[in-house]
Nanobody, 127 residues
């Protein structure tokens, strides 16, 4: 069973940047399909970005494509979410998720595919 701990959230002005980290333990990062989700106030949780076990296949929600980048450091058993050009609508609690089973590339931003979740980190974009 994997344990996930997110960090790096905070407050930033529109147009700014933040980098979130998700440290995994209990499993090697290379054995996990991992993803970032977010939940804004009053909205359902949505998939933002995912990264496969090899670290080379990524998927992004249309709303963040070109602004967010997911990456992995296997030596640190950690994935990152670099968020640039942040907008007010990016305000949410961001969650890291993982699963040790295979996750189809067509489902990697689907919440139900992931069994392990972090506690979340708040990202607030405001002027």
């Amino acid at each position: 069973q994997a344990q996930l701990v997110e960090s790096g959230g905070g407050s930033v002005q529109p147009g700014g940047s933040l980098r979130l980290s998700c440290a995994a333990s209990g499993n090697s990062r290379t054995q996990l399909f991992m993803a970032w989700f977010r939940q804004a106030p009053g909205k359902e949780r949505e998939g933002v970005a995912s990264i496969g076990t090899g670290g080379d296949i990524t998927h992004y929600a249309d709303s963040v494509q070109g602004r967010f980048t997911v990456s992995a450091d296997d030596d640190k058993n950690t994935i990152y979410l670099q968020m640039n050009s942040l907008a007010l609508e990016d305000t949410a609690i961001y969650y890291c998720a993982a699963d040790s089973g295979y996750v189809s590339r067509y489902a990697r931003l689907r919440e139900s595919e992931y069994r392990y979740w972090g506690q979340g980190t708040q990202v607030t974009v405001s002027s």
